[in-house]
């Protein structure tokens, strides 16, 4: 929890963020990535200053449990001064103990952004999904649960003026956006409407337009010029070069298969798996991961 203190921005973890989208179309499938198609609704985790402290902890809680499908978790709330914005101890359950920081007993609009990412970590331990390392896991943990349906709660609680600063999570707020923007461009939402934070908007619009970036790179139809220059270079030179190495500062490369013509591989835009294709011109793939029908010029 940054509080008061300077935000990072960019995109410094943008691989391991990717890497956590694939994790999770592995690890859940695409149906049951479907299943969550409606994000958390404002109203369900609205929490205003009248609200007994305690009971509208735990109501908040169970709307989380609720959304991401885990009927038989009970998340017990509690306050404590800490370092962290919340911690959550990870047992065999049903019952899970949640510390908040005490800085939310005064904050208690962002009670459900530090909730969503607790719970996450309840539901990514019962699924066994886990990523090695204190620093990944926790991005693990954010991509998940914005992509998931509720990180647009971490992202609202960014504040940053002249004077202060607020964020919660390991991402960025860039980096939020990003993974908000995959999962709007996947669903056809519009979180944009749900945001009380002007920074978290424009982290957002920041997101959007690395999102797009994704389904805008060669071999895709949707690339630009320039891409498809560099492309057709990179092409020309691995015909000609068979056993050279992937170029780098590009998502796709070149290699021969067997005796059959040459193939290229690059990152689908919406799940990040890796897909295959021959180098004959027009071609149509999908991915098997997410099943993302995709146009390409190869």
Same mark, same amino acid.
């Given at each position: 929890?940054?509080?008061?203190?300077?935000?990072?921005?960019?995109?410094?973890?943008? %691989?391991?963020?990717?890497?956590?989208?694939?994790?999770?179309?592995?690890?859940?499938?695409?149906?049951?990535?479907?299943?969550?198609?409606?994000?958390?609704?404002?109203?369900?985790?609205?929490?205003?200053?009248?609200?007994?402290?305690?009971?509208?902890?735990?109501?908040?809680?169970? %709307?989380?449990?609720?959304?991401?499908?885990?009927?038989?978790?009970?998340?017990?709330?509690?306050?404590?001064?800490?370092?962290?914005?919340?911690?959550?101890?990870?047992?065999?359950?049903?019952?899970?103990?949640?510390?908040?920081?005490?800085?939310?007993?005064?904050?208690?609009?962002?009670?459900?952004?530090?909730?969503?990412?607790?719970?996450?970590?309840?539901?990514?331990?019962?699924?066994?999904?886990?990523?090695?390392?204190?620093?990944?896991?926790?991005?693990?943990?954010?991509?998940?649960?914005?992509?998931?349906?509720?990180?647009?709660?971490?992202?609202?609680?960014?504040? %940053?003026?002249?004077?202060?600063?607020?964020?919660?999570?390991?991402?960025?707020?860039? %980096?939020?956006?990003?993974?908000?923007?995959?999962?709007?461009?996947?669903?056809?939402?519009?979180?944009?409407?749900?945001?009380?934070?002007?920074?978290?908007?424009?982290?957002?619009?920041?997101?959007?337009?690395?999102?797009?970036?994704?389904?805008?790179?060669?071999?895709?139809?949707?690339?630009?010029?320039?891409?498809?220059?560099?492309?057709?270079?990179?092409?020309?030179?691995?015909?000609?070069?068979?056993?050279?190495?992937?170029?780098?500062?590009?998502?796709?490369?070149?290699?021969?298969?067997?005796?059959?013509?040459?193939?290229?591989?690059?990152?689908?835009?919406?799940?990040?798996?890796?897909?295959?294709?021959?180098?004959?011109?027009?071609?149509?793939?999908?991915?098997?991961?997410?099943?993302?029908?995709?146009?390409?010029?190869?």
């Amino acid at each position: 929890m940054a509080n008061g203190g300077p935000v990072e921005h960019g995109y410094p973890h943008l %691989e391991t963020v990717r890497a956590a989208i694939t994790a999770l179309y592995k690890r859940l499938s695409y149906d049951t990535v479907h299943t969550f198609s409606t994000s958390v609704s404002p109203a369900d985790v609205a929490f205003c200053d009248q609200d007994d402290l305690h009971l509208g902890a735990q109501r908040v809680a169970r %709307e989380l449990v609720r959304h991401f499908r885990l009927p038989d978790a009970r998340v017990i709330v509690s306050f404590r001064e800490m370092t962290h914005a919340a911690n959550v101890e990870l047992a065999a359950g049903p019952e899970y103990f949640v510390e908040l920081n005490d800085r939310f007993r005064t904050h208690r609009r962002d009670i459900g952004a530090a909730l969503a990412h607790e719970v996450m970590h309840v539901y990514l331990h019962r699924l066994g999904l886990s990523f090695p390392g204190t620093r990944d896991n926790e991005i693990l943990t954010d991509t998940a649960t914005t992509y998931l349906g509720a990180g647009w709660l971490l992202l609202d609680a960014f504040r %940053e003026d002249g004077m202060s600063s607020q964020k919660l999570g390991y991402l960025t707020p860039e %980096e939020f956006g990003y993974v908000l923007a995959k999962r709007a461009l996947l669903f056809g939402e519009d979180p944009a409407v749900w945001f009380t934070s002007p920074q978290a908007y424009t982290a957002y619009t920041k997101g959007l337009a690395q999102a797009r970036h994704d389904e805008q790179q060669p071999p895709l139809t949707a690339a630009g010029w320039a891409g498809r220059r560099r492309y057709a270079k990179d092409r020309r030179y691995a015909q000609d070069h068979p056993s050279a190495g992937p170029n780098p500062g590009v998502p796709y490369s070149f290699a021969p298969s067997g005796h059959g013509p040459l193939r290229v591989s690059f990152p689908c835009p919406t799940c990040r798996q890796r897909i295959r294709v021959p180098v004959q011109g027009r071609v149509r793939a999908r991915c098997a991961l997410c099943r993302t029908v995709l146009e390409c010029d190869t």
